[in-house]
């Protein structure tokens, strides 16, 4: 299995300020296709998880331009460029190069 | 709009059987694979499996083979997981999901189907 882990777990934030989540992989997960098959999910208080993030950097249809994925093979982020309080919630981040398998998940909340 | 409506929340014993269901709308859903991710309380996102509503094909996380059943109705536009024999670790939220044409992401998601079995 394919083992994905995100750091840091635990972020708190400050509003308007930049902030980054990381998410390695056990194996790369570049495909011969040419994509990377990395997804972010954010899962805000009470509700269900909502894709953010798409084969490492494609954002998903909705999603405010302050959130943006980067990185290729095993490493990856996902930056907000400035975080504002709705953003708060767990951000887990998904490889989906073989059976899908989540990252433990990073709590973001307001310092 | 894309949307999903899971059914209510289940209260079961260990041993009894399980039909949850995730009614979709708004596209075609006989087009888009359907999949089943797993939370158990205060923990993270478990990735369960995937059908094709259109021709029943199914991909079970090998955690999850033989523990659940993944089926789907065209007729209704609903997708159904089931249970023949709940375990007191079943316990947990159960979300469906569309998978988009193209990429095997999650792109719309139910609202998530409480199950506790406890005797």
């Known amino acids: 299995d394919i083992v994905v882990t995100q750091s840091p777990l635990s972020l708190p934030v400050t509003p308007g300020e930049a902030a980054s989540i990381s998410c390695r992989s056990s194996?790369?997960?570049?495909?011969?296709?040419?994509?990377?098959?990395l997804d972010w999910y954010l899962q805000k208080p009470g509700q269900s998880p909502q894709l953010l993030v798409y084969?490492?950097?494609i954002r998903a249809a909705g999603v405010p331009d302050r959130f943006s994925g980067s990185g290729s093979g095993t490493d990856f982020t996902l930056k907000i460029s400035r975080v504002e309080a709705e953003d708060v919630g767990v951000y887990y981040c998904?490889?989906?190069?073989?059976?899908?398998?989540f990252g433990q998940g990073t709590k973001v909340e307001i310092k | 709009e894309v949307q999903f409506v899971q059914s209510g929340a289940e209260v079961k014993k260990p041993g009894e059987s399980l039909k949850i269901s995730c009614k979709g709308s708004?596209?075609?859903?006989?087009?888009?694979?359907i999949g089943w991710v797993r939370q158990v309380p205060g923990k993270g996102l478990e990735w369960m499996g995937v059908?094709?509503?259109?021709?029943?094909?199914?991909t079970y996380s090998p955690s999850f083979q033989g523990q659940v059943t993944m089926s789907a109705d065209k007729s209704t536009n609903t997708a159904f997981l089931q249970w023949n024999s709940l375990r007191a670790s079943d316990s947990a939220t159960y979300y469906c999901?569309?998978?988009?044409?193209?990429?095997?992401?999650?792109?719309?998601w139910g609202q998530g189907t409480p199950v506790i079995v406890s005797s």
């Open positions: 999901a569309r998978r988009p044409v193209g990429a095997p992401s999650l792109d719309y």
């Open positions: 708004g596209y075609h859903f006989a087009n888009y694979w």
């Open positions: 059908m094709h509503p259109g021709d029943s094909r199914t």
């Open positions: 194996q790369s997960l570049l495909d011969s296709d040419g994509y990377n098959y």
């Open positions: 084969m490492a950097s």
């Open positions: 998904m490889q989906a190069l073989q059976t899908p398998t």
